[in-house]
């Protein structure tokens, strides 16, 4: 046994990684939990090595980064000094300062209760998709912009054959250039937001050389595979019978609503949908965590305010895999100093200080630009399904709001069944609450993932009661 | 719910009534709520009879609002494992049934019967027909528009606004005054604190409960099933956890197992303490549930006074003021006919029961200075 004080990470993508890097290198023991089989989080997400693709590289930019992670991780794995604990689950972190109990769960059907303890925690938890239906979302065919880029990473696998791009948001790039590249004809890339609108941000713009170059050879990769690009336009409706066929697009105004006589009906078999992501906070939250909005809200150290917690990376804020590395590794460096008893000297990590406020900038100037239009909720029909899991319609929730009283996304829910389901609301969160008329706010989640009845009750006694 | 009965119970008077809550509808107690309606965990005596009278209103109250609430009849069965424990139900049960209870004995052949799934070697049991199931946010916001009254959601009572003499002369709230010769507190689990904006003292305190909600299953659990010691728990005044799963399925899909009951003020930080014995219960009624997945769990509090009795009726301290809060983990069930009580109470006519056991000034001895007499905040 050591002594050494002991840290689990939650989360092995950028900031996760990062942030067990620069803590095991600095004598700390440190535990990595993280759902998927290899490291890498979504945004290095690995081809499975059973499909031996020759040059994974191709599909990722910033390769080089992520060889030094990997083989960062491997020496300290050989050495001890981390455990990398793979296909674990995490659906519950517990504790109190000092003393935390990570609950996971194993398996391919996760009905293996698995228990971490440890002196502090990172949480690393990443992002999932903000998802905003209109008619015809549910069509197979329509898939979000994440999944269609976690396919080309993962699985090698082209959705379909003839693809549009749409929503908002920088994601949107490399997805219709992926499935370009992957062989796909890219019908259009329909993008709501006025690109030009990030000219008047050129200050912010040109601190960051690193991501002007990025979107420079989007750019020129989108006029290379013949994409058209249509700013300032949006998704009406996805046609088909069984699966789909076509989609209307239609023109935007500046102020985000349709232009009359603009729409055009595109024929594609893939709809790859993308409006940003959301910070994924129910382990942050269940521990008591102060979230600021949608994130977790942590100090220049990256702790939030439960003592003993830490947080890193898209939970705090999305901001992409550069800024996710930058406070992962000021994490695991202040997680090190305080784990031993001492107070961190922010001047060691001057540089990735510097990194992570010109990020958090350009991120919020990207944020203010790349927002859904402003009718969107007003535009899905009232038979469109909204959550899926419980088929609960627009409609229903629109009566729920209009003849018995509910106000707010959790009246709607108690109301309606909206987001009472297997997903917990993660993907009708803000549909429910845009069609209620309030701004979408996290849900209270005690469990970030259904847990068999028999873990629970099988969970080890706490030592202190 | 206790509010949204007594509007509707009003208005059917003819009085004119007005709803106001600072949160939405259902946003406190209710909303965290199974929707049990039993008659079959109380022993004879005040609360059995209300519980009585509620069950034929709330039976009358189905056929008029239909599935909307989703009043489910689906009848409770208590279960005992040992043969002690049986004897136990069955003279508890035997009392209820002198006291107008519809309580069927059955043996362990017949359980299998009745729940085909429930764990092998139960001693037996008893069948309650009269047990039934709403679902609680949509019977609260049904009601409320059944009643016609007018709904304030997102408002905030400040004061109760009282004359020279005393008598109550409407309520204040963050957004204007609201006129009334008649104010019910319905406030559930902080009904206390409305008492004592009026200057009247209520303790009533919270006591916190966990519910756990399985994803869907096809009806595998066909009534409120709960182990015999539940019965026990209900009036007992240990202030630590206290777990008895009742299990069931719902017209959704997901089987509801509820619920813990610990004294802990309004702390509503998850405690896999409490869901560990909720979840060790259930698989112990339900062998199967070992393998189904919770997806949720979440935490209400439920409004308890000192002698487990709510408060109802008109509190002779502040004429004008009426009482409808404290009715603990029994609020759904207890709604209708402490709303009938009210109303009748509101216009002068003689009340269905007598309301001597649940007079709001009943704890005046137990006061502490200070909270009670004149003090207007």
Same mark, same amino acid.
């Given at each position: 046994?050591?002594?050494?004080?002991?840290?689990?990470?939650?989360?092995?993508?950028?900031?996760?990684?990062?942030?067990?890097?620069?803590?095991?290198?600095?004598?700390?023991?440190?535990?990595?939990?993280?759902?998927?089989?290899?490291?890498?989080?979504?945004?290095?997400?690995?081809?499975?090595?059973?499909?031996?693709?020759?040059?994974?590289?191709?599909?990722?930019?910033?390769?080089?980064?992520?060889?030094?992670?990997?083989?960062?991780?491997?020496?300290?794995?050989?050495?001890?000094?981390?455990?990398?604990?793979?296909?674990?689950?995490?659906?519950?972190?517990?504790?109190?300062?000092?003393?935390?109990?990570?609950?996971?769960?194993?398996?391919?059907?996760?009905?293996?209760?698995?228990?971490?303890?440890?002196?502090?925690?990172?949480?690393?938890?990443?992002?999932?998709?903000?998802?905003?239906?209109?008619?015809?979302?549910?069509?197979?065919?329509?898939?979000?912009?994440?999944?269609?880029?976690?396919?080309?990473?993962?699985?090698?696998?082209?959705?379909?054959?003839?693809?549009?791009?749409?929503?908002?948001?920088?994601?949107?790039?490399?997805?219709?250039?992926?499935?370009?590249?992957?062989?796909?004809?890219?019908?259009?890339?329909?993008?709501?937001?006025?690109?030009?609108?990030?000219?008047?941000?050129?200050?912010?713009?040109?601190?960051?050389?690193?991501?002007?170059?990025?979107?420079?050879?989007?750019?020129?990769?989108?006029?290379?595979?013949?994409?058209?690009?249509?700013?300032?336009?949006?998704?009406?409706?996805?046609?088909?019978?069984?699966?789909?066929?076509?989609?209307?697009?239609?023109?935007?105004?500046?102020?985000?609503?349709?232009?009359?006589?603009?729409?055009?009906?595109?024929?594609?078999?893939?709809?790859?949908?993308?409006?940003?992501?959301?910070?994924?906070?129910?382990?942050?939250?269940?521990?008591?965590?102060?979230?600021?909005?949608?994130?977790?809200?942590?100090?220049?150290?990256?702790?939030?305010?439960?003592?003993?917690?830490?947080?890193?990376?898209?939970?705090?804020?999305?901001?992409?895999?550069?800024?996710?590395?930058?406070?992962?590794?000021?994490?695991?460096?202040?997680?090190?100093?305080?784990?031993?008893?001492?107070?961190?000297?922010?001047?060691?990590?001057?540089?990735?200080?510097?990194?992570?406020?010109?990020?958090?900038?350009?991120?919020?100037?990207?944020?203010?630009?790349?927002?859904?239009?402003?009718?969107?909720?007003?535009?899905?029909?009232?038979?469109?399904?909204?959550?899926?899991?419980?088929?609960?319609?627009?409609?229903?929730?629109?009566?729920?709001?209009?003849?018995?009283?509910?106000?707010?996304?959790?009246?709607?829910?108690?109301?309606?069944?909206?987001?009472?389901?297997?997903?917990?609301?993660?993907?009708?969160?803000?549909?429910?609450?845009?069609?209620?008329?309030?701004?979408?706010?996290?849900?209270?989640?005690?469990?970030?993932?259904?847990?068999?009845?028999?873990?629970?009750?099988?969970?080890?006694?706490?030592?202190?009661? | 719910?206790?509010?949204?009965?007594?509007?509707?119970?009003?208005?059917?008077?003819?009085?004119?009534?007005?709803?106001?809550?600072?949160?939405?509808?259902?946003?406190?107690?209710?909303?965290?709520?199974?929707?049990?309606?039993?008659?079959?965990?109380?022993?004879?005596?005040?609360?059995?009879?209300?519980?009585?009278?509620?069950?034929?209103?709330?039976?009358?109250?189905?056929?008029?609002?239909?599935?909307?609430?989703?009043?489910?009849?689906?009848?409770?069965?208590?279960?005992?494992?040992?043969?002690?424990?049986?004897?136990?139900?069955?003279?508890?049960?035997?009392?209820?049934?002198?006291?107008?209870?519809?309580?069927?004995?059955?043996?362990?052949?017949?359980?299998?019967?009745?729940?085909?799934?429930? @764990?092998? &070697?139960?001693?037996? #049991? $008893? *069948?309650?027909? /009269?047990?039934?199931?709403?679902? =609680? !946010?949509?019977?609260? %916001?049904?009601?409320?528009?059944?009643?016609?009254?007018?709904?304030?959601?997102?408002?905030?009572?400040?004061?109760?606004?009282?004359? @020279?003499? &005393?008598?109550?002369? #409407? $309520? *204040?709230?963050? /957004?204007?005054?609201?006129?009334? =010769? !008649?104010?019910?507190? %319905?406030?559930?689990?902080?009904?206390?604190?409305?008492?004592?904006?009026?200057?009247?003292?209520?303790?009533?305190?919270?006591?916190?409960?966990?519910?756990?909600?399985?994803?869907?299953?096809?009806?595998?659990?066909?009534?409120?099933?709960? !182990?015999?010691?539940?019965?026990?728990?209900?009036?007992?005044?240990?202030?630590?956890?206290?777990?008895?799963?009742?299990?069931?399925?719902?017209?959704?899909?997901?089987?509801?197992?509820?619920?813990?009951?610990?004294?802990?003020?309004?702390?509503?930080?998850?405690?896999?303490?409490?869901?560990?014995?909720?979840?060790?219960?259930?698989?112990?009624?339900?062998?199967?549930?070992?393998?189904?997945?919770?997806?949720?769990?979440?935490?209400?509090?439920?409004?308890?006074?000192?002698?487990?009795?709510?408060?109802?009726?008109?509190?002779?301290?502040?004429?004008?003021?009426?009482?409808?809060?404290?009715?603990?983990?029994?609020?759904?069930?207890?709604?209708?006919?402490?709303?009938?009580?009210?109303?009748?109470?509101?216009?002068?006519?003689?009340?269905?029961?007598?309301?001597?056991?649940?007079?709001?000034?009943?704890?005046?001895?137990?006061?502490?200075?200070?909270?009670?007499?004149?003090?207007?905040?």
């Amino acid at each position: 046994m050591t002594e050494r004080p002991h840290l689990a990470v939650v989360g092995a993508g950028p900031a996760g990684l990062a942030g067990a890097l620069a803590a095991a290198a600095r004598g700390v023991r440190v535990t990595l939990v993280d759902a998927a089989e290899q490291a890498g989080g979504q945004f290095y997400r690995q081809p499975a090595a059973a499909l031996g693709a020759r040059r994974p590289q191709a599909l990722h930019h910033q390769w080089r980064t992520w060889e030094r992670l990997r083989d960062g991780l491997e020496r300290h794995v050989d050495a001890g000094r981390v455990t990398h604990l793979t296909d674990h689950h995490v659906w519950c972190v517990e504790g109190e300062s000092g003393a935390f109990a990570v609950h996971a769960l194993r398996g391919p059907a996760q009905e293996e209760g698995v228990t971490v303890r440890a002196d502090a925690v990172l949480l690393a938890t990443g992002g999932y998709e903000r998802v905003l239906p209109f008619p015809g979302w549910t069509l197979p065919g329509v898939v979000t912009a994440g999944g269609a880029q976690a396919m080309l990473k993962g699985g090698l696998v082209l959705p379909g054959r003839t693809a549009v791009v749409a929503g908002t948001g920088p994601l949107l790039l490399p997805v219709a250039t992926g499935l370009a590249a992957a062989g796909a004809r890219v019908a259009a890339l329909v993008e709501s937001a006025d690109p030009k609108a990030l000219v008047r941000r050129a200050p912010v713009l040109a601190a960051q050389p690193g991501k002007l170059a990025e979107g420079a050879w989007y750019s020129g990769q989108l006029v290379r595979h013949g994409v058209r690009v249509l700013p300032r336009h949006t998704v009406v409706e996805a046609h088909g019978a069984d699966r789909l066929e076509a989609v209307t697009v239609a023109g935007l105004d500046r102020d985000g609503r349709l232009r009359p006589g603009t729409a055009r009906r595109i024929p594609c078999d893939t709809l790859a949908v993308g409006h940003g992501m959301l910070p994924h906070t129910d382990l942050a939250e269940t521990l008591g965590c102060t979230l600021s909005g949608t994130d977790v809200r942590v100090d220049g150290e990256q702790r939030t305010d439960v003592p003993g917690v830490w947080a890193a990376g898209e939970t705090t804020g999305i901001g992409g895999a550069a800024l996710a590395l930058a406070e992962g590794h000021i994490a695991g460096r202040s997680v090190a100093a305080r784990l031993h008893g001492t107070t961190p000297d922010p001047r060691r990590w001057a540089t990735a200080s510097r990194s992570r406020t010109r990020l958090r900038e350009f991120f919020a100037a990207l944020d203010a630009v790349y927002t859904p239009p402003a009718d969107w909720a007003d535009r899905i029909t009232d038979d469109t399904v909204v959550c899926r899991c419980e088929e609960v319609t627009a409609e229903q929730v629109r009566t729920a709001v209009d003849t018995l009283g509910a106000g707010d996304v959790r009246t709607v829910k108690l109301l309606t069944r909206a987001g009472m389901g297997w997903c917990q609301g993660r993907i009708c969160g803000p549909a429910v609450a845009g069609l209620t008329g309030c701004p979408f706010t996290p849900g209270r989640r005690p469990f970030a993932r259904p847990v068999p009845l028999g873990v629970l009750a099988a969970l080890p006694e706490q030592e202190t009661d | 719910m206790v509010g949204a009965a007594c509007a509707l119970y009003a208005a059917r008077t003819g009085l004119d009534v007005r709803v106001v809550d600072r949160g939405p509808v259902a946003g406190g107690t209710t909303g965290a709520g199974e929707g049990n309606l039993l008659v079959s965990d109380k022993e004879p005596g005040p609360e059995l009879e209300l519980a009585l009278l509620s069950a034929r209103l709330w039976a009358e109250l189905a056929g008029e609002l239909g599935a909307s609430v989703e009043y489910e009849p689906k009848g409770g069965v208590v279960v005992a494992s040992t043969s002690g424990t049986l004897d136990a139900l069955t003279d508890f049960a035997a009392g209820q049934r002198a006291a107008g209870v519809t309580a069927e004995p059955v043996d362990a052949a017949g359980l299998r019967e009745l729940e085909p799934h429930l @764990a092998p &070697g139960m001693a037996g #049991g $008893v *069948r309650y027909p /009269q047990d039934a199931q709403v679902m =609680p !946010a949509l019977a609260a %916001a049904h009601l409320i528009r059944a009643s016609g009254a007018r709904l304030h959601t997102g408002r905030t009572v400040t004061g109760v606004l009282r004359a @020279a003499d &005393g008598a109550v002369l #409407g $309520v *204040r709230t963050d /957004q204007g005054d609201i006129h009334a =010769p !008649a104010v019910v507190n %319905a406030a559930g689990t902080w009904g206390g604190d409305l008492a004592a904006l009026a200057g009247a003292h209520l303790p009533v305190l919270p006591r916190r409960g966990f519910v756990l909600v399985t994803e869907p299953l096809p009806r595998m659990v066909r009534h409120k099933v709960y !182990a015999a010691d539940y019965v026990a728990d209900v009036a007992s005044d240990s202030a630590g956890l206290r777990t008895s799963p009742v299990v069931e399925g719902t017209a959704a899909g997901p089987v509801l197992i509820g619920a813990t009951r610990e004294r802990v003020g309004f702390d509503r930080s998850l405690s896999l303490r409490a869901v560990r014995a909720l979840a060790a219960g259930a698989i112990g009624l339900f062998p199967f549930l070992e393998r189904v997945s919770a997806l949720r769990t979440y935490a209400g509090f439920r409004p308890y006074l000192p002698d487990h009795l709510p408060a109802i009726g008109p509190d002779p301290r502040v004429p004008g003021l009426y009482h409808a809060c404290g009715h603990e983990g029994a609020g759904i069930g207890l709604a209708t006919g402490t709303g009938r009580l009210v109303a009748q109470a509101l216009t002068g006519k003689t009340p269905d029961l007598d309301l001597g056991p649940f007079r709001p000034e009943r704890f005046e001895a137990t006061a502490p200075p200070g909270t009670n007499g004149d003090n207007n905040r």
